[in-house]
């Protein structure tokens, strides 16, 4: 049968950290949108650590919360330990992180969904697509319920043919406890969409009261928390609002209560048990075919890879306020169950620990994200959009970040609008997104401030400045936040600006401050710190921590900003010409045949793009100019083909 209660614009399948931020984009654009998931009581469920953040994840969460995402204040009010990373380096590479009471998080992001005027959710497994004329048009069920939609994002994450090993033993899942989704990998083979194998592991968790905490070393939160979401800009009253008496809304306020972790480390025992059985590891025993994550690697990699290094720090994390659970960072194998008691035993604090959970490897199916245009739409089934885990990645903050970009093309594809196209310059969020529609990757990726040519210009405080536009444009935030917005961006400049030209004894404010922070190091005066012999104007000091940190970010750094900004600039002129669809990169005169190939399989959208392919060079950029400028002139030479 057919279950529709309403037309749906916008179906998504799995509710995940993508398919969440995906569904409430969606709807909060006011689009009827559907949120199938195979269990309601795992949504935004954190399958490795329970921690958001970090190095360049913080910073891509702060840019979901300024498209309007939940992630960030999902941490804020669910969070038990806040630390900003890097707080002794500048404030470019400071990166938020917080471990979250895992079961709040979910619970608190279930409610969030039921709360959503636009959004049905419903619990189901989807087992195929349905399709028609090259287009999807809904999703089948394990219910044998189907649902018909415009578009349908699809953010099922490990779960497809996951399988999980732990030493020899396997079972089928996407995660321990869960189910495999095996049918729907066949709908998109059918469909002409490839797919290939990745794999990732998790470690063992450890019940508490058998830990002999003395032995390690304990690491508080920060005393002044930083939090993820923009308070100054947010409207309060949203984060607790309920919709009726005796309906309570998950959360606390944001940094009350914090818990601690714990350090300890692994000694070369430990190392001996790994090298001893190896041979039995799911991993090293070639039992898994899918490529693993290079920077997240399994405990046995640490091993054979830095075999001189006598000891690994390990990290004891609380799973939440209201459980005895203990995550063990840092200690990820597939090794069998009874190495991993040894292990475990072998560490310092650990030697009776309790396992509640074994460490497991899973190796599941992904789409190569080069498959997708830059809107995450495929290229090959129309109307079908990829976010999350699916499209190759690792980590939630990237999962979400993706899932909040297709939810909202989803809807401007409906509504034949622009896609939402985040640049490269603009945020993490453009670099991951550009990153896998044009190189795609062959290993779990993960989001890295080094990935980002343009990092100088990511500070954490400065998300809503540089996506506001994007907000904007396809109404994200309400207008009311907006409005603020508005008014920290004027506030900045207007500093920014006042700094330059305005003098305390004969000598620019804004060199007294840049000479200060060079001496002392801009982050000893952010506002966790206080602000010191700083010299600012009165009146500056009277503003918000939130305009002051940024300008006085803005002016310390003015000559690196700038540069970049000169860069950005140079570039953008070839990123701001778009390639039609329909030219055959095949036919093109001029265009080496290694060029050729690889543009006809990325099909970049713009010139920019095309530059970033790997093999393509620049006097292949320049016959595309040449063809694209003769194309807008109407000279449609011989052999250069445009068709669109
Ligand atoms: C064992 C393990 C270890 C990991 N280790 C790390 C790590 O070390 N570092 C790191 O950064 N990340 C790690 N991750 C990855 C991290 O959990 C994911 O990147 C992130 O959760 C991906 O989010 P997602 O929304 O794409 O998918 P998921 O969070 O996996 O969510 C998928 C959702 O889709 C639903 N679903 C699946 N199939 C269907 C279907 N057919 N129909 C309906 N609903 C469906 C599921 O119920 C689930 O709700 C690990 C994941 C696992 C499982």
Request: a neutral charge; aromatic letters at 6%; charged letters at 20%.
């Given at each position: 049968?057919?279950?529709?209660?309403?037309?749906?614009?916008v179906?998504?399948?799995g509710?995940g950290?993508?398919?969440v931020?995906?569904?409430?984009a969606?709807?909060?654009?006011?689009?009827p949108?559907?949120?199938?998931?195979?269990?309601l009581?795992?949504v935004?469920?954190?399958?490795?650590?329970?921690?958001?953040?970090?190095q360049?994840?913080g910073?891509?969460?702060?840019?979901?919360?300024a498209?309007?995402?939940?992630?960030?204040?999902?941490?804020?009010?669910t969070?038990i330990?806040?630390r900003?990373?890097?707080?002794?380096?500048?404030?470019?590479?400071?990166?938020?992180?917080a471990?979250?009471d895992?079961?709040?998080?979910q619970?608190?992001?279930k409610?969030?969904?039921?709360?959503?005027p636009?959004?049905q959710?419903f619990?189901?497994?989807?087992?195929?697509?349905i399709?028609?004329?090259?287009?999807?048009?809904g999703?089948q069920t394990?219910?044998?319920?189907d649902?018909?939609?415009?578009?349908?994002?699809?953010?099922?994450?490990?779960?497809?043919?996951?399988?999980?090993?732990?030493?020899?033993?396997?079972n089928?899942?996407?995660r321990?406890?869960?189910?495999s989704?095996?049918?729907?990998?066949d709908s998109?083979?059918?469909?002409?969409?490839?797919?290939?194998?990745?794999?990732?592991?998790t470690?063992?968790?450890?019940?508490?009261?058998s830990?002999?905490?003395s032995?390690?070393?304990?690491?508080?939160?920060?005393?002044?928390?930083?939090l993820?979401?923009?308070h100054?800009?947010r409207?309060s009253?949203?984060?607790?609002?309920?919709?009726?008496?005796?309906?309570?809304r998950?959360?606390?306020?944001p940094g009350?209560n914090?818990i601690?972790?714990w350090?300890t480390?692994?000694t070369?025992?430990?190392?001996q048990?790994v090298?001893?059985?190896l041979?039995?590891?799911?991993?090293?025993?070639?039992?898994?075919?899918?490529?693993?994550?290079?920077?997240?690697?399994?405990?046995?990699?640490?091993?054979?890879?830095?075999a001189?290094?006598?000891?690994?720090?390990?990290?004891?994390?609380?799973?939440?306020?209201?459980?005895?659970?203990?995550y063990?960072?840092?200690?990820?194998?597939?090794?069998p169950?009874?190495?991993?008691l040894?292990?475990v035993?072998?560490?310092?604090g650990?030697?009776n620990?309790?396992?509640?959970?074994p460490?497991y490897?899973?190796?599941?199916?992904?789409a190569?994200p080069?498959?997708?245009?830059?809107?995450?739409?495929?290229?090959k089934?129309?109307?079908?959009?990829f976010?999350?885990?699916i499209?190759?990645?690792?980590?939630?903050?990237?999962?979400?970040?993706q899932?909040?970009?297709?939810g909202?093309?989803?809807v401007?594809?409906?509504?034949?609008?622009?896609?939402?196209?985040?640049?490269?310059h603009?945020?993490?969020?453009?670099?991951l997104?550009?990153?896998?529609v044009?190189?795609?990757?062959?290993?779990?990726?993960?989001m890295f401030?080094?990935r980002?040519?343009?990092?100088?210009?990511f500070?954490?405080?400065s998300?809503?400045?540089r996506?506001?536009?994007?907000?904007?444009?396809?109404?994200?935030?309400?207008?009311?936040?907006l409005a603020?917005?508005?008014?920290?961006?004027?506030?900045?400049?207007?500093w920014?600006?006042h700094l330059?030209?305005?003098?305390?004894?004969?000598?620019?404010?804004?060199?007294?401050?840049?000479?200060?922070a060079?001496?002392?190091?801009?982050?000893a005066?952010?506002?966790?710190?206080?602000?010191?012999?700083?010299?600012?104007?009165?009146?500056?000091?009277?503003?918000?921590?939130q305009?002051r940190?940024?300008?006085?970010y803005r002016?310390?750094?003015a000559?690196?900003?700038q540069?970049?900004?000169r860069?950005?600039?140079?570039?953008?002129?070839?990123?701001?010409?778009r390639?039609?669809?329909?030219?055959?990169f095949?036919?093109?005169?001029?265009?080496?045949?290694e060029?050729?190939?690889?543009l006809a399989?990325?099909?970049?959208?713009?010139?920019?793009?095309a530059?970033?392919i790997?093999?393509?060079?620049?006097s292949?950029i320049?016959?595309?100019?040449?063809?694209?400028?003769?194309?807008?002139?109407g000279?449609?030479?011989q052999g250069?083909?445009?068709?669109?």
């Amino acid at each position: 049968m057919i279950y529709n209660e309403k037309h749906i614009d916008v179906i998504v399948c799995g509710a995940g950290h993508a398919g969440v931020e995906a569904a409430l984009a969606a709807a909060r654009m006011g689009a009827p949108t559907l949120l199938l998931t195979g269990n309601l009581d795992t949504v935004a469920q954190m399958s490795c650590n329970p921690a958001i953040g970090g190095q360049a994840k913080g910073q891509m969460v702060r840019e979901i919360d300024a498209l309007g995402g939940e992630m960030a204040i999902n941490t804020d009010v669910t969070g038990i330990q806040f630390r900003l990373l890097n707080e002794s380096k500048g404030p470019a590479v400071q990166s938020p992180r917080a471990q979250c009471d895992k079961k709040a998080y979910q619970f608190r992001l279930k409610h969030t969904l039921e709360l959503e005027p636009n959004l049905q959710i419903f619990q189901a497994t989807v087992t195929g697509l349905i399709f028609k004329k090259g287009q999807v048009v809904g999703c089948q069920t394990n219910l044998d319920i189907d649902f018909l939609g415009q578009t349908v994002v699809v953010t099922t994450g490990t779960f497809l043919r996951g399988l999980m090993h732990i030493g020899q033993n396997k079972n089928e899942g996407g995660r321990l406890g869960d189910f495999s989704s095996k049918t729907l990998s066949d709908s998109f083979l059918q469909s002409g969409i490839e797919l290939r194998r990745l794999k990732t592991g998790t470690p063992p968790r450890l019940l508490g009261r058998s830990l002999n905490f003395s032995k390690m070393q304990e690491q508080k939160g920060d005393d002044r928390p930083t939090l993820f979401a923009f308070h100054d800009t947010r409207a309060s009253e949203g984060v607790f609002h309920v919709e009726r008496t005796g309906e309570q809304r998950l959360g606390w306020p944001p940094g009350s209560n914090s818990i601690s972790c714990w350090m300890t480390h692994t000694t070369p025992a430990t190392a001996q048990i790994v090298r001893d059985n190896l041979h039995k590891s799911a991993m090293y025993s070639g039992q898994i075919e899918g490529v693993g994550p290079r920077y997240c690697p399994s405990f046995e990699d640490k091993i054979v890879r830095f075999a001189d290094k006598p000891r690994h720090l390990l990290f004891l994390e609380p799973e939440g306020r209201a459980t005895n659970e203990y995550y063990v960072n840092g200690l990820s194998t597939s090794l069998p169950f009874e190495v991993q008691l040894e292990l475990v035993h072998s560490i310092p604090g650990l030697e009776n620990a309790e396992l509640l959970r074994p460490a497991y490897a899973v190796e599941y199916d992904f789409a190569p994200p080069t498959q997708l245009w830059p809107s995450l739409e495929s290229r090959k089934v129309e109307n079908l959009f990829f976010a999350g885990q699916i499209n190759g990645t690792s980590g939630y903050e990237e999962a979400a970040s993706q899932g909040l970009v297709a939810g909202v093309n989803a809807v401007n594809k409906v509504r034949g609008q622009a896609p939402l196209i985040i640049q490269r310059h603009e945020g993490y969020i453009g670099v991951l997104i550009d990153d896998l529609v044009t190189k795609g990757t062959n290993e779990p990726y993960r989001m890295f401030t080094s990935r980002a040519e343009h990092r100088l210009l990511f500070n954490h405080g400065s998300a809503e400045l540089r996506l506001r536009h994007h907000a904007r444009q396809y109404g994200l935030v309400s207008s009311a936040r907006l409005a603020r917005m508005e008014e920290k961006a004027g506030r900045v400049g207007h500093w920014v600006e006042h700094l330059e030209h305005h003098r305390l004894d004969h000598i620019p404010w804004g060199d007294h401050i840049r000479r200060f922070a060079a001496a002392h190091g801009l982050h000893a005066q952010t506002a966790k710190n206080g602000l010191g012999e700083l010299p600012m104007p009165a009146a500056l000091r009277q503003e918000s921590v939130q305009v002051r940190d940024e300008v006085l970010y803005r002016v310390s750094y003015a000559g690196y900003l700038q540069r970049e900004q000169r860069q950005i600039e140079k570039f953008a002129s070839i990123d701001n010409i778009r390639i039609p669809r329909t030219i055959n990169f095949l036919e093109v005169r001029g265009l080496r045949r290694e060029s050729a190939l690889k543009l006809a399989d990325i099909k970049p959208a713009t010139l920019g793009q095309a530059s970033r392919i790997s093999g393509v060079n620049p006097s292949d950029i320049s016959v595309l100019m040449i063809l694209i400028e003769s194309g807008r002139a109407g000279e449609s030479k011989q052999g250069l083909k445009l068709e669109g």
